[in-house]
C-alpha cells in the first residue's frame, strides 16, 4: 500500500519525527496568534518557498493534498466578499491553508516506520492501564495486512452481484462486506489463539 | 481478549476499504460515502468500547501517513483542517452508537437506528460544528449552517445502518457483539 511520504530522500527527512512533530504543533498554535494577512502571507510565501527548495515533486505533491480544501475555501471566500471583509477572509483562508500545508509536509518527509515509532512511545503510557503497546503494533500489523483481503472479498462481492444482475450492487454490498470483516475476524482470532494468545 | 483484537482491527480495516469503494449511488442519484457508514456500523455491530477502538486505530493509522480517508485523504494535514471537528467525533460516535445498541431493549433494527441516529448524527455534530467554527473563525450557528447541506445524506446512512445491522443479525446473530 502506498503511503504519503515522498519517495525520494530529503533533508528534512532525516530529522527526528518526534522533533519534526514537536515543531509543527508550535507552528499551528503560533498561526492562530496570528491575526494580520500581511504576516500569514509572509509565512506561505516563506512555506511555499520551502517546498521548492525540498524539490519540485515535494511542492507539487504539496498542492496536491491541499486540493480537498477548495469547498471550505469557496464557501468561506463568498461568505466574507459578502459581508465586505476581504481581509478577514484572507486570515482565515491563509491560516488554514498553512496549517494544513505544514502537517502535510511533515507527513511527506517522515518514514511510516519512524511515526510508528512516535506512536508507539506516545502511546506506551497506556500500559499501565491494561493496554500493552505490543498488542497496539499487533492491530495496526493486522489492519494493515487486511484491507488488500477485504478489499479482495469486496471485489469478488461485486463480481457475484454484478453476475445477476444489471444494477450496481449500492448499499446491498455492506451486509456481506460487513460479515466478511466478522468471519475474518473469527478466523484471526482461532489463529492467534492457536499461535499462543495475543499475549 | 484475541477475538476483541481481531473484531477492532478488520473493522478498522473494513472503514478503511470502504474508502476505496466507489461512492453509494442511492436511488434518485444522491451519493453517499460507505466510509462514515462503517464507523456507525462500528458501533452497533462491535458494541460502544471495541466500536471506539477500531475507529481510534483507523485514525491512528491515518495520521502517521496512510492514505486510508475517503478520497485518499490522509496524513496529519486532515487534522489540521475544518474538518477535524468531525475526525474527533467518529470514535466518539462509534461509542455512543454502540452504547445505545447495548443498552437498548428494543429490537436489533431499531435500536441501531436510534443509536445510530444519536451517536453518528447528534453526537458527531456535537464534536464537528465546533471545529468548524473554530478552524474557520465563525459562530456556532453559522458552522450550523454550512454543514446543513450534508444532513440529509446523514439522516439516509441512519435507516441505511438500521438495516445493515438487522441484516447481520439475521445472517450471523452470535457475530453481534453490541449484543453479545
New interface residues.
Partial sequence: ?????SPRDTPLHGWPAGAK?AG?CLF?LALFQLASPLWLALVAVALALGHLALGRDIAAAGLG?LR??WP?AL??AVWHLALRDPS?GA??LLR?GL??????L???T?R?SD??AV?MRLLSPLSRLGLPSD??A???A???R??P???DR?ALIRAAWSARSPR?P??R???P???A??????H???S??ARG??G | ???S??????????I???G??PQ???PFGVPIT?QS?GIM?CGT?LGSKRGALAVL??L??V??????LS?G??????????TVGFLIGFPMAAFVAGLVVERSRAGVGLSAGIGAFVGGVIVLYAFGIPGLAL???KSLPEAAL?ITVFLPGDLIKVV?AA??TQ??AR??PD?LLSRA
Fill in positions: 500500500m502506498l503511503t504519503l511520504t512533530l509543527l499551528t493534498l480537498p480544501l471550505f464557501v468561506v478577514g486570515v482565515i488554514m496549517a494544513v500545508a505544514a502537517a502535510n511533515v507527513t511527506m517522515t511510516l511515526m510508528l506512536l498488542r497496539i499487533l492491530a495496526i493486522l489492519v494493515i487486511f484491507i483481503v477485504l478489499s469486496i450496481p449500492g448499499w454490498l455492506m451486509v462486506a460487513a460479515l470483516a466478522l468471519d475474518e475476524a473469527e484471526v482470532a482461532e492467534l489463539r494468545g495475543a | 481478549m484475541e477475538r483484537l481481531s473484531h477492532i482491527a478488520l473493522f478498522a480495516a473494513l478503511a476499504v470502504l476505496f469503494v453509494i449511488m442511492l460507505a457508514l456500523l455491530v486505530l483507523f491512528a493509522l495520521a502517521i501517513g496512510l492514505p486510508l478520497g485523504r490522509g496524513g496529519l494535514g486532515v487534522f489540521a483542517s475544518p478552524m474557520l473563525d454550512m441505511l438495516l445493515i441484516g447481520i445472517m450471523r457475530a
